[in-house]
């Protein structure tokens, strides 16, 4: 077994998990995906409020999960030149990535929970400025924080890749809500 390496394994996850964001955009803006618009709270509710919302739906889990397989396969085969990445089969980098799809779109319901506990209709902000704050940080974070849970679970992920993902990645994902706001999917950019 190769050893890990933290600008390989970072590299390699800001590269797959991005794309797995590409794909599940582009499915987003498909009609077929509305097909798959059920909430997955499926109307639940704690406390009479709903659990996660309308716009925690299906159709981001239909996307990002096998979409995130897809893309850790590709970028394994892209970077193989990479030694310290995972030392896994095609089959086990397919499973590796679902997992980390899963992960991601899993990450965002403790969040969405939350903010419907605290009466923040889906897709708004909160109008206190901290409780802003801190939502935006959560929203963020959230996702890569699932995933790398997840992928921790899975195989190992060493603490300081945690840290370099963490570090780039609250910046990547204000790229994807910007462009996710640009083409009508997100009510707003932050």
């Given at each position: 077994?190769?050893?890990l390496?933290?600008?390989?394994?970072v590299?390699?996850?800001v590269?797959a998990?991005?794309?797995?964001?590409v794909?599940?955009?582009?499915?987003?803006?498909?009609?077929?995906s509305?097909k798959?618009?059920?909430?997955?709270?499926?109307g639940?509710?704690?406390?009479?409020r709903?659990l996660?919302?309308?716009n925690?739906?299906?159709?981001g889990?239909v996307?990002?999960?096998p979409?995130?397989?897809?893309?850790?396969?590709l970028?394994?085969?892209?970077?193989s030149?990479?030694d310290?990445l995972?030392n896994?089969s095609?089959?086990?980098?397919?499973?590796?990535g679902?997992?980390a799809?899963f992960?991601f779109?899993?990450g965002?319901l403790?969040?969405s929970?939350?903010k419907?506990?605290l009466?923040?209709?889906?897709g708004?902000?909160?109008?206190?400025?901290?409780?802003?704050?801190?939502?935006?940080?959560?929203?963020?974070?959230?996702?890569l924080l699932?995933?790398?849970?997840?992928?921790?679970?899975?195989a190992?992920v060493?603490?300081?890749?945690?840290?370099?993902c963490?570090?780039?990645?609250?910046?990547i994902?204000a790229v994807?809500s910007f462009?996710?706001?640009?083409?009508?999917?997100k009510?707003r950019a932050?």
């Amino acid at each position: 077994m190769n050893e890990l390496t933290t600008f390989d394994c970072v590299t390699f996850l800001v590269l797959a998990l991005s794309t797995a964001g590409v794909i599940q955009v582009a499915w987003l803006r498909t009609e077929v995906s509305q097909k798959f618009g059920q909430p997955v709270d499926f109307g639940a509710t704690v406390r009479g409020r709903r659990l996660f919302g309308d716009n925690k739906t299906l159709r981001g889990f239909v996307a990002m999960v096998p979409g995130a397989g897809v893309s850790f396969v590709l970028w394994s085969y892209l970077l193989s030149s990479f030694d310290g990445l995972w030392n896994l089969s095609t089959l086990q980098f397919f499973i590796f990535g679902c997992i980390a799809g899963f992960g991601f779109m899993a990450g965002e319901l403790p969040n969405s929970a939350l903010k419907r506990q605290l009466d923040i209709a889906p897709g708004e902000a909160p109008e206190q400025p901290w409780l802003r704050r801190f939502c935006l940080f959560l929203d963020r974070t959230d996702s890569l924080l699932g995933s790398l849970l997840a992928m921790s679970l899975y195989a190992s992920v060493p603490w300081k890749v945690w840290l370099g993902c963490l570090i780039l990645g609250p910046g990547i994902h204000a790229v994807f809500s910007f462009v996710l706001y640009k083409l009508g999917v997100k009510k707003r950019a932050g």
